[in-house]
Structures are given as C-alpha cells and as structure tokens.
C-alpha cells in the first residue's frame, strides 16, 4: 500500500503535465506545415496580362523543379523536389480554362510535390526562375475569354456526356474509328497489351464520365488491322477494347475531334526480302512534339525519343542499324546479323522458328540481346564467333588438339588471359547475388513497372558498387521514366566516381542539371561530353536543346552544325535549325531552312508540311 503522502504527489505531478500539455496545444498553430529549416511553397496565384496567364509558384527558399507537358487532357505538370504545400498555398488560379491539381508522390526520393494544371488545348508555355519563385507563362490559354464563354466550357468538361456513335472507316493506308459523344471527352487515356493464351493485342482506350446505351455497347466488326471492337462499363466512364488482327498491336494515335475522339490505324504493307528490312527514311510522327514543333519547348515525347535513344543503350556500342522483320525465320535473321557484323555466327540446328520485329536505329548487339530473349535462346563468343543455343542446352568450346607442333607464348598475354579467366571463376557471392536481382530488376523493366525496377537495380548496385552499367541504367530511368533528376544526377555521379570519362554518365548528368536549373553545372557536363574528336549525335542534339532553351543561339547552330557534318542532315536537326533561325529573327535563313525541309525527301507529316510551307510563304513576303 502506497504512503498518502507519496500518492498525493503522484496526483500533483501528474496534474502538473496535464496543465503544460493544454498550454502547449493551446499555443501551437493549429496546422504545422515543416520546420522552419524545410523549404514550402507559400503560395500559387496568377493574373491575366493581354493573351496569356502568369502563374508564380512562390517559395519559401529557391524551388527546384521539372516542368514538362503530358496530353490526353492536355497538362502541364510542375514537379517539385524536397518541398512541402504552406497552408494557404494553394490559391484558385484566376483564368477559368485553368484547373489545378496539387499531389505529392508517394514513396519518391527525394520527395516530390506535383502541381497539375489542365488546360482545355495543347499548350505552348515557358517557364523561368525569379529568386525563390517559378514563374510559368502560359501563352496558348485565352484568358480574355467572356466569362460565359468559360462557364460554357467548364460545364461541358464538368457533365457526364453520352456516347452518339461509334463509326468504323478504312481505306488502302489507314482504318479510322471515331468515338462521338454530344460534348467534348478531356478525359481520355489509352494503354495496350501483348498477344496472351486467351487474347489478341489489345488497344485499350479508357474515357471517363461517359455513359452509353445498351445497343451501343455491342460488339462491332473491324477492318484490316482491327479485328474487332468491344464496348464495357468502366466505373463512371466506357472502356474500348480494339482487338489487333496480327500477332501485334498496330500502329496507331488518338486525336482529338469535335465532340470525341478520333482512333487513327496505320496499315502497314508486307515486306519479306531483306532489302526492304533496312529503311532509312522511317515513320518519323514518334520524333516529333505533340505541339508546334517550332516552339520552344519540345513536348515529353520528343524528349523522351531522344533521352531514350541516348541512355537505354549503356553498355551497347556497335554499329546502329534499323530492322522490319516480318514473321521471318530465325537463320534469315541471324545471316542478317552476321552480314551487318562481320562476326561469324553459329546457330544450333534445333534453333527453329520466325520473328516478327521493328526496331529503328538500335546497335546491332541490342537488337540480338532482343532476339535471344523473345526466343528463349543464348550465346556463347569467343574468337569472333558467336554461337546461339537453346537456354539450358549448353555449349562447350573444342579443345586444341594435341600434335607434335611445339608453341612458345608470349608470357604477359598468358598471365593476363590467366588472371582474366581466375576473375571470371572467383566471382564474389555479391556479384552472383547481384546478377541475380538485375534479372528481376529487367523483368519489371519489361512491364514498365519502373518502381520496382530501380528499387532491384539499387540492391544490385549495393552488392555490385562499381558496376557502371548498373548506375547507368539507374540514371536513365529515374530521368526518362520516373522524371526525378536528382535521383538520375545521384547515380550519374555514382558512375563518373569509377569512370570519369563515361558519356552516358555525363549526358545523363547534363539533362538531369539542365532540368533542375543548375546551368552552370549542366553546362559544364555539356562541355565534358563534346570534347572528344566524334561527339555522339545525342550529346550534341541535347546541347543545341539546351543552348537553344537559354536562347544562347549561336552555340546551339554551332552544335547543330557540327552534328549535320559528322552524321549527316537529318530531319531534327533541319527542324531545329529553323526553328532557331526564326527566333533570331533572321529570315532569310529561316527562310532557306524552310524551304530545305521541304526539298529534303523525309516524310513529313500533313499538319507540319502544312505549317512549314506557312512560314516559308510568310518569310518570303516580309
């Protein structure tokens, strides 16, 4: 039993705490947002100055940001490192065709805070930093536009629509679906997938707040390339599934229409000779911004065109080539391989089989790495010859026979062939550990399941520090995919610790620090990659992008110029050239550039052919 004396001064000292703990809430703001040391965005407003909105994204400190554009509803997403929302932060953003979106993604490091601003049309916008402040001009939105004229359109954004239609056309080139509804559809997204046991390849196209009634969800026969369409309720919206008549999906985009939306299916002729495998003058329509291509900024897609043909490559350096294989048979394939290589190539008689596969301007040891995976086989190489078997089956080289011929070895090259084949049978438990996980690291990347890629990736490279391809790799994901720069500059750096002279290092640190505003220290990088006697044609498109966008515009002709006299004129670099001409005002050049682009034989598409022979007119006359 306790003494009173001791239970009364219990009760004392826990009446004590109680009263500091009511005067601690009682004095503590209601919402604590971070520490005073954090960084937070203290607000986001906006005004209408003649034909454009000024948005400012105020910080508490400098911000540090990636700004890009997504379609289907037009977006521009402004992502945010290592910054929290202030409590009144977010306020309306004065222009009703502007609706805004704040998020913060989840498990990203380091963490990223998203400002989404949909707009009723593709954009055209720029952006700049003032002190602590983002400033995003954007041009293309008439915020002097009635405000009947905004209701109209906010509330037809707003109100569930109802499918009309669904009309199915096809002619010798193309299959056309149009999806019309009785008001515009914002809200559309698409995704496809591979043949499977049960299914085709599929084009999915999913349109939120869209009903239907039921005679027109039947299914519906196709043409050509689409072998059929299904119609199912999806939520509050309408899921399209567009069944392929191949063994893959077909060529395709979505545009926009009046009141819907319209599917556009390129039909592809048949090829079977070699000859025609090699095509130089590809579809371009994937190198080529959703936007005006003469703006300034180049749309996500056309970045992602060029980072992915600079960074997915790390490791593969031998000579590009471009393919079409047509359900060929395999030793077709691999005599091809072994024409554009020089190796000597041996396949396994029980190798059988055919392929169907396009790649576009890829190395030659990329596309086979491709084609052994798709058909479950391997390789062996030594003495310049590459031997392909079935997985599993093995392979043992032929031992030198004995003879009476007598050798004397140089002693250097036998220790190093010596100490070579030790490293190669003393791998550490690490290394084994570590190829194990880049396995399922590359089997998530397949699925484009990216989260999961660079988390296996980054356990790999704990196990394997100074494994350059798998930092690489590391870099370009986290810049192309997931769009976190600091994570993509982190690694990069991991990798130029080890080889200082890497170029997909340092062209991933570039982009990674031109993204993040660091100028300085992406110009720098820019620098390292272009001094050598052959830059990479990568490394010197990015550089004109990045000269081009601090409108330093002689150093991005310069860049330009020198990536047309090592790999010739190509159709982005003729696009740039102008594009740069006419913002320097200078027309006779642009002019010129112009009327080249025309002249040039690459294929270009009817809205830009359109808009180029505009401007060539225009300059003309002025």
């Given at each position: ?98 609706k805004l979106k704040t998020s913060e993604i989840a498990g990203s490091k380091p963490s990223i805070t998203r400002l989404e601003f949909t707009l009723p049309s593709p954009p055209a916008y720029t952006t700049r930093q003032d002190g602590n402040d983002i400033i995003l001009d954007i041009t293309s ?129 048949k090829q079977d000779q070699i000859s025609n495998l090699i095509d130089q003058k590809k579809n371009i329509d994937k190198q080529l911004p959703d936007i005006n291509p003469l703006d300034a900024k180049l749309s996500p897609k056309a970045k992602e065109q060029q980072m992915q043909d600079s960074f ?179 690694f990069s750096k991991r990798t130029l610790q080890v080889d200082p002279a890497n170029h997909s290092a340092l062209l991933n640190a570039a982009i990674a620090s031109a993204n993040m505003q660091d100028t300085p220290q992406a110009e720098q990088y820019f620098k390292k990659c272009l001094n050598t ?90």
């Amino acid at each position: 039993m306790l003494h009173p004396f001791l239970l009364s001064k219990k009760l004392y000292l826990f009446f004590l705490s109680l009263i500091a703990a009511m005067i601690f809430i009682q004095f503590t703001p209601e919402r604590v947002i971070c520490e005073e040391s954090d960084n937070y965005i203290v607000s986001i407003t906006s005004k209408n100055v003649s034909d454009h909105c000024e948005v400012r994204i105020k910080g508490a400190k400098p911000l540090v940001s990636t700004v890009y554009e997504l379609p289907e509803p037009s977006r521009i997403i402004v992502d945010i490192a290592d910054v929290k929302l202030g409590k009144e932060s977010v306020d309306k953003v004065n222009n009703p065709l502007i609706k805004l979106k704040t998020s913060e993604i989840a498990g990203s490091k380091p963490s990223i805070t998203r400002l989404e601003f949909t707009l009723p049309s593709p954009p055209a916008y720029t952006t700049r930093q003032d002190g602590n402040d983002i400033i995003l001009d954007i041009t293309s939105v008439n915020s002097s536009a009635s405000s009947e004229d905004s209701k109209t359109i906010l509330d037809a954004t707003s109100a569930s629509a109802t499918l009309r239609d669904v009309k199915i056309s096809s002619t010798k080139d193309s299959t056309i679906v149009q999806i019309l509804a009785d008001q515009p559809l914002p809200d559309v997204s698409h995704s496809s997938t591979d043949r499977n046991k049960e299914d085709p390849p599929q084009l999915l196209v999913d349109i939120g707040s869209l009903t239907a009634a039921s005679s027109l969800m039947d299914e519906k026969k196709g043409a050509k390339s689409l072998a059929k369409i299904k119609t199912v309720q999806r939520g509050s919206g309408l899921r399209f599934i567009l069944d392929s008549s191949h063994d893959e999906i077909f060529p395709f985009k979505i545009l926009q229409i009046p009141n819907g939306i319209e599917i556009f299916i390129a039909e592809q002729a048949k090829q079977d000779q070699i000859s025609n495998l090699i095509d130089q003058k590809k579809n371009i329509d994937k190198q080529l911004p959703d936007i005006n291509p003469l703006d300034a900024k180049l749309s996500p897609k056309a970045k992602e065109q060029q980072m992915q043909d600079s960074f997915n490559f790390s490791g593969y350096n031998k000579e590009r080539i471009t393919v079409e294989f047509q359900k060929m048979d395999l030793h077709n394939v691999f005599n091809f391989l072994r024409q554009v290589s020089g190796a000597n190539i041996v396949v396994d008689e029980s190798v059988q089989g055919s392929l169907t596969l396009v790649l576009d301007d890829v190395p030659w040891d990329f596309a086979l790495d491709i084609i052994l995976n798709l058909k479950d086989l391997e390789k062996e190489e030594r003495f310049n010859t590459l031997v392909i078997y079935p997985k599993g089956k093995g392979f043992q080289w032929p031992e030198q026979s004995k003879n009476n011929l007598s050798f004397e070895a140089d002693s250097t090259l036998v220790q190093q062939e010596t100490l070579l084949i030790q490293q190669q049978e003393k791998q550490s438990v690490e290394v084994v550990e570590a190829k194990e996980i880049m396995t399922k690291g590359r089997e998530a990347e397949k699925r484009e399941d990216f989260e999961t890629a660079v988390r296996l990736y980054e356990q790999a490279l704990e196990k394997w520090p100074n494994n350059v391809k798998i930092s690489n790799k590391l870099a370009a994901i986290y810049l192309v995919q997931l769009r976190q720069n600091a994570k993509s500059l982190f690694f990069s750096k991991r990798t130029l610790q080890v080889d200082p002279a890497n170029h997909s290092a340092l062209l991933n640190a570039a982009i990674a620090s031109a993204n993040m505003q660091d100028t300085p220290q992406a110009e720098q990088y820019f620098k390292k990659c272009l001094n050598t006697a052959k830059p990479t044609k990568e490394a010197l498109l990015s550089a004109a992008a990045f000269y081009e966008d601090r409108k330093k515009f002689n150093e991005a002709i310069a860049q330009l110029e020198k990536c047309d006299a090592l790999y010739g004129l190509t159709l982005d670099s003729m696009i740039a050239t102008a594009r740069i001409y006419d913002k320097m005002g200078n027309r006779v050049q642009a002019t010129e550039r112009y009327k080249a682009i025309l002249a040039s034989g690459f294929q270009i598409p009817p809205d830009l052919s359109k808009y180029i022979k505009g401007r060539a007119t225009l300059k003309s006359l002025q």
